[in-house]
Antibody
Framework: QVWLVESGGGVVEPGRSLRLSCVAS????????IHWVRQAPGKGLEWVAV??????????FFADSVRGRFAMSRDNPKNTLYLQINSLRLEDAAVYYC???????????WGQGTTVTVSS | QSALTQPASVSGSPGQSITISCTGS?????????VSWYQQSPGKAPKLIMY???NRPSGISNRFSGSKSGNTASLAISGLQAEDEADYYC??????????FGGGTKVTVL
């Protein structure tokens, strides 16, 4: 069975850091791009970042709103993608989903999400 | 990157057809056939219901159809059913190696 599971969310003070994990199972993890998408309470979906698989290797891309504060790393043997969130802001509070991309904008497998709360 | 524009809400009676629009620019929707649509019920993760403008994943009802004209993509739902009540989001690839979602449309079945 194909699935993704996020973890690492929690309550964090503004300015602190947090690392989220996305563990995959049931498909060749290293062959797929994986997105992070977040959803603030009561709001819509916002694209955050992607660990893309390109012809000449992997590359990470970030939304303007998080570039410079967020980082990603991929551990293919562990089938895990990490999202490092630094200098947390109140507006980073959201449910963070990871999603597999089977094309270019074909997010066909989603995790259940992990919740990040930013509060002092 | 500005969010794609979707109507906040669309409603219809059971059996009717509705259409949700998703308007962007030449840099995203108009420039690529990489538009997909997601259905999200309260408290659940989004679910892919259309990709590459007009392709349905396996298991998605043929009551859902997608199209695109210029900078606007559309999702049509025919034979509206109570189970279709949910939030719907479009997303497009952009020319800056990013992806942009629409603001979401709440579909209500009257």
């Amino acid at each position: 069975q194909v699935w993704l599971v996020e973890s690492g969310g929690g309550v964090v003070e503004p300015g602190r850091s947090l690392r989220l994990s996305c563990v995959a199972s049931g498909f060749p993890f290293s062959s797929y791009g994986i997105h992070w998408v977040r959803q603030a309470p009561g709001k819509g979906l916002e694209w955050v970042a992607v660990a893309a698989i390109l012809r000449d290797g992997g590359q990470n891309f970030f939304a303007d709103s998080v570039r410079g504060r967020f980082a990603m790393s991929r551990d293919n043997p562990k089938n895990t993608l990490y999202l490092q969130i630094n200098s947390l802001r109140l507006e980073d509070a959201a449910v963070y989903y990871c999603a597999r991309d089977s094309g270019v904008a074909r997010m066909d497998v989603w995790g259940q999400g992990t919740t990040v709360t930013v509060s002092s | 990157q500005s969010a794609l524009t979707q109507p906040a809400s669309v409603s219809g009676s059971p059996g009717q057809s509705i259409t949700i629009s998703c308007t962007g620019s030449n840099s995203d929707v108009g420039g690529y056939n990489y538009v997909s649509w997601y259905q999200q019920s309260p408290g659940k993760a989004p679910k892919l219901i259309m990709y590459d403008v007009n392709n349905r994943p396996s298991g998605i009802s043929n009551r859902f159809s997608g199209s695109k004209s210029g900078n606007t993509a559309s999702l049509a739902i025919s034979g509206l059913q109570a189970e279709d009540e949910a939030d719907y989001y479009c997303v497009s690839y952009t020319n800056s190696n990013s992806w942009v979602f629409g603001g979401g449309t709440k579909v209500t079945v009257l």
